[in-house]
């Protein structure tokens, strides 16, 4: 299919469901005559909706919501667009007052328009389908119900948000519907609290999250990996404090640009300190407490530094948006000469990382230099060249985002794709033109003189617990064999092969395998059920006759069984697996 069919596909539905929102809207309004009508876009894969009514909705309103939808459509009536003045508008939507908020911001002469399908008319700018018909009875579905902020500020009334989705026909609105239930099997809340990898607990701090055991060791097997090949890659590790003084957020600008997402002041000894909301300013304080030379750059710095945002309590979901979360900080500081090949090299260590993580689909965005930036462009243009340089060199596919950068400096997103097609924002790799200023970074040239530096900020998995949430949905919590805390499970038939069993894991564990023993008295049946449950790729069946015989049977996540193989044989498919990553 051409890029341009794809695109006018993506156009056809996009109508079909913006469209559909205003069918919705009007079906709420026969249902409660004096709801109060908010807005209704076309997002992505559907449509929603904001209401004020009477009572709060129940899931089985939108059964009924939906069939009055469906008797609605059988009238294919036309969508009619009439312009109309500001006081013209007012007066339409008098009894609308979300609607009339929206009026009133638009300036005085602004021309408005409106759109009219049977007796439901909506302040739109549209476009819509010709008609009602258009779209298909059996293409839609009401899917949830949410609340909302009157135009997402938590300072205005809450509302009703209804969800739903429209397709060109049932056999797409099926597929998406098979979609959706996969991803709420994978959804990591789920998940962790199935596996017992982690908690959140509200009632002692929203947007906090608590590691289970289980959990807390796959995160110590991902970041000692990190760890591992950081220092094989020339970075070295450094740790910061999780506070400190307003000072430095002055100096660094952050209590003046980015104060709204920091917590508030902790007064020690008459002296305000903040909690950190990003690790840079302390790595510069590093790098300030020595005299540099050229010799020693570049300097390659990352630690998994701790840090602490404010985030309305509406959107935090679970990991992937929390309050305490560790990034995977990294800053290289070096000469203009050296950024080129810095920048190549720590995209290809980027990829290589998510390579081994078992993320093969990626894609680049490179944002440039927008309206209003602070830097010699001299230093962008340089900085912008050598992003492009580095992504070309990789030969991933980009995209740019002409304007799309900080204006401290360029940058390059990378995206991945899990398991289900979806894109997931992880990594970035940051130009700072703005704090090696603020913070008058230097170091002495070859010339005997003083040169400011170029740094670059580089955000690998992002942070440790988003990174962890889009990890437990790739790969359905059934993670690779090297990160999983118990990698094979022995499973004696009966009580008589447990000292065999125990032989096993001992020959096992002495090979580095991480292999652990069911000697619970319950049935061979439920043993494998629970192995299966927490995901334990090798299942290792002893009974009478592999005891007999000094042999192992073996089930594998998946339920493919190898039977009556030497333990020498099992281990190494075991290692083979931890080594290659799989």
Avoid at 46 to 68: C, H, T
Avoid at 188 to 201: P, Y
């Amino acid at each position: 299919m051409s890029d341009k069919n794809k695109e006018e596909i993506i156009d056809e539905l996009e109508l079909i469901r913006h469209s559909t929102a205003h069918m919705m809207a009007d079906a709420v309004l026969e249902m409660f005559p004096d709801a109060k009508i908010g807005i209704g876009p076309a997002i992505e894969d559907g449509f929603y909706y904001d209401f004020e009514l009477p009572r709060n909705l129940v899931q089985e309103d939108l059964a009924e919501i939906e069939k009055i939808m469906k008797k609605n459509l059988k009238s294919k009536v036309k969508f009619e667009k009439e312009i109309v003045s500001k006081e013209t508008a007012i007066e339409r939507f008098k009894d609308q007052p979300y609607k009339l908020e929206l009026i009133n911001d638009l300036p005085v002469d602004e021309e408005i328009s409106l759109f009219t399908s049977g007796k439901f008319t909506d302040l739109c700018r549209g476009p819509h389908v010709e008609q009602t018909g258009k779209i298909k009875a059996n293409g839609i579905k009401l899917l949830s119900i949410a609340g909302a902020y009157w135009r997402g500020d938590e300072k205005n009334p809450m509302l009703q948000r209804i969800y739903g989705t429209a397709w060109k026909n049932i056999n797409d609105l099926n597929a998406y519907l098979k979609k959706i239930e996969e991803i709420k099997k994978r959804d990591h809340r789920n998940v962790g609290r199935d596996m017992d990898l982690f908690s959140i607990h509200p009632e002692a701090g929203s947007g906090l999250v608590y590691w289970h055991p289980k959990g807390a060791r796959i995160r110590h097997y991902i970041e000692s990996f990190w760890k591992d090949e950081h220092f094989e890659n020339g970075y070295e590790l450094i740790k910061t404090p999780h506070i400190g003084k307003a000072w430095l957020w002055e100096k660094s600008g952050h209590l003046g640009f980015y104060n709204e997402n920091m917590y508030s002041p902790i007064d020690i000894e008459g002296e305000e300190y903040y909690l950190k909301p990003m690790n840079c300013p302390f790595h510069i304080m590093i790098y300030k407490a020595n005299t540099r030379s050229y010799r020693e750059l570049p300097l390659r710095w990352a630690e998994l530094g701790t840090v602490y945002r404010y985030e309305r309590s509406g959107v935090l979901h679970g990991l992937l948006r929390v309050r305490g979360f560790t990034q995977d900080d990294a800053h290289i500081i070096c000469t203009p000469e050296q950024v080129e090949s810095e920048i190549i090299e720590v995209l290809r260590f980027s990829l290589s990382i998510w390579k081994d993580l078992g993320f093969t689909e990626l894609k680049a965005y490179l944002a440039t230099k927008p309206e209003k930036s602070v830097g010699d462009k001299e230093r962008w243009d340089q900085a912008t060249e050598s992003l492009k340089t580095a992504i070309e060199k990789e030969g991933i596919p980009y995209e740019m985002d002409e304007g799309g950068g900080a204006f401290y400096g360029p940058k390059i997103d990378i995206k991945v794709k899990d398991a289900l097609g979806r894109e997931w924002q992880m990594s970035t790799i940051q130009f700072d033109f703005n704090l090696p200023e603020r913070f008058n970074m230097e170091y002495t040239g070859s010339d005997g003189q003083k040169h400011r530096p170029y740094m670059i900020h580089r955000a690998l998995l992002g942070s440790i617990e988003r990174f962890f949430g889009v990890f437990t949905e790739h790969y359905a919590g059934a993670f690779p064999v090297w990160l999983m805390p118990v990698q094979a499970m022995l499973i004696p038939v009966n009580p008589d092969c447990n000292d065999y069993a125990e032989t096993v894991r001992k020959a096992l564990k002495k090979q580095g395998i991480r292999a652990d023993i069911d000697v619970n008295h319950v049935p061979l049946n439920q043993k494998i059920k629970l192995a299966q449950q927490d995901k334990i790729p090798y299942m290792i069946i002893v009974g009478n006759n592999e005891m007999e015989e000094e042999k192992v049977s073996m089930r594998l996540r998946g339920n493919k069984k190898v039977n009556g193989i030497s333990i020498d044989e099992c281990i190494e498919m075991i290692q083979t697996a931890i080594k290659e990553k799989i």
